[in-house]
Structures are given as structure tokens and as C-alpha cells.
T-cell receptor, first 115, second 113 residues
Framework: NAGVMQNPRHLVRRRGQEARLRCSPMKGHSHVYWYRQLPEEGLKFMVYLQKENIIDESGMPKERFSAEFPKEGPSILRIQQVVRGDSAAYFC?????????????FGDGTRLSIL | GNSVTQMEGPVTLSEEAFLTINCTYTATGYPSLFWYVQYPGEGLQLLLKATKADDKGSNKGFEATYRKETTSFHLEKGSVQVSDSAVYFCALRPSGGYQKVTFGTGTKLQVIP
């Protein structure tokens, strides 16, 4: 009964490179959420996706960041031309629906370090 | 807009002490309320939830009661253990259509033997 799977757990990139973070939701979940957590801070919402659709990207920077959740395969958060300030833990969560009282289930995160 | 305010940490307690972590919220209507726990190096795990006024969520000795009149959802545990050391997040999800979850900033709990 696998939970939300994120990979890689740790990712190191040099400034200017691209970072690709993957998230496979729990079985039966079709709603995916991405959050960013800076050290000693809370979670900041970035984007909410359903299969093949971006529902809410109000928390995602307009430049360099993009997200997708294709019909087949995991959700991908892509950060182009990374900068030092992108260093953070990125968490993915999933839920069976986007409304109501259903909680979100979280993965263990990807810790991104920019050299 | 919606918001969640948690007491600032870190909170340091001795083993077997009583724990309270305050959480108040601002939202329209009747949101669902959650407490999540994050252990070092891990993601958030749902600890408990309540979906309507006066509901009490409970799990692993932790409790929280949904208080509509005071817009609060304080987390309590009667006797903490060293293994409870973690960061605790209060969160809300508004009712009615799609609404994203709003998290508090987290409260770090350290329990010493």
C-alpha cells in the first residue's frame, strides 16, 4: 500500500542547471499538490494539478518554474536555470479529490541543494 | 483570505509533561481542520482532523477540539514522550468547491528525558 513517492530524495545542482522533481501519488489519488519548505519555515503552496490539468498555480513563481501531471506517469516539478534561492525541500501531496474534508497525504520530499 | 496562526516554538518539555500547542484560524464558512506532524527528514503525516464545530479529533494520545466560537483548534497531549519530538503543523481546508489547504508556520516540539 505505497504512499506518495518522491524522487530523488536529495538533488544537487549547480547554478544555471535544471532540476526535475518527480512525484507519484498514492494509488487512487488523482489530485497532486506541490509545496516548498525553506529551513525552519512552514509550507508554501506552489501548484495544484489534476491529470493533464493545472488547477491552481497561484503559488508558483512566474518564471523558471513549471509543473505537469501527464495522463501516464508521475507529476513533474521543473525548475530551470536554478539559483541559490531555490535551495529548499519540495514536498508533494496527493488526495482522492480536490474538495471536502479529505486530508492530503505527503511524500518524504526532495531536498534540493544549489551549489 | 484564509490564515492559520500557531504559537511560536520551539517548545521544550520534560517527558510526561502536558502539551498544548495553540492554533487559531481565519476562514469563512466551516473549514475542515487538521494537525500534521513532521519528523526530521520526513514529510508531513496527518495526525488528526475535525470537520465540523465541536468535533474532537484524536490519535496517538493527541487531541484537538474544533471550537467555532473561538476559531481555535489547539493540540493537546496529556503526557509527552521523547518520541513526540517533531514539528507540528495546524492546517485548514475551506469548504465549498476547490480550496487549497492553508498551513500554519509549524511549532517545533522538543521533549527531553
Amino acid at each position: 500500500n505505497a504512499g506518495v513517492m518522491q524522487n530523488p530524495r536529495h538533488l544537487v545542482r549547480r547554478r544555471g542547471q535544471e532540476a526535475r522533481l518527480r512525484c507519484s501519488p498514492m494509488k487512487g489519488h488523482s489530485h497532486v499538490y506541490w509545496y516548498r519548505q525553506l529551513p525552519e519555515e512552514g509550507l508554501k503552496f506552489m501548484v495544484y494539478l489534476q491529470k493533464e490539468n493545472i488547477i491552481d498555480e497561484s503559488g508558483m513563481p512566474k518564471e523558471r518554474f513549471s509543473a505537469e501531471f501527464p495522463k501516464e506517469g508521475p507529476s513533474i516539478l521543473r525548475i530551470q536555470q536554478v539559483v541559490r534561492g531555490d535551495s529548499a525541500a519540495y514536498f508533494c501531496a496527493s488526495s482522492p479529490e480536490g474538495t471536502g474534508s479529505q486530508p492530503q497525504h505527503f511524500g518524504d520530499g526532495t531536498r534540493l541543494s544549489i551549489l | 483570505g484564509n490564515s492559520v496562526t500557531q504559537m511560536e516554538g520551539p517548545v521544550t518539555l520534560s517527558e510526561e509533561a502536558f502539551l498544548t500547542i495553540n492554533c487559531t484560524y481565519t476562514a469563512t464558512g466551516y473549514p475542515s481542520l487538521f494537525w500534521y506532524v513532521q519528523y526530521p527528514g520526513e514529510g508531513l503525516q496527518l495526525l488528526l482532523k475535525a470537520t465540523k464545530a465541536d468535533d474532537k479529533g484524536s490519535n496517538k494520545g493527541f487531541e484537538a477540539t474544533y471550537r467555532k466560537e473561538t476559531t481555535s483548534f489547539h493540540l493537546e497531549k496529556g503526557s509527552v514522550q521523547v518520541s513526540d519530538s517533531a514539528v507540528y503543523f495546524c492546517a485548514l481546508r475551506p469548504s465549498g468547491g476547490y480550496q487549497k489547504v492553508t498551513f500554519g508556520t509549524g511549532t517545533k516540539l522538543q521533549v527531553i528525558p
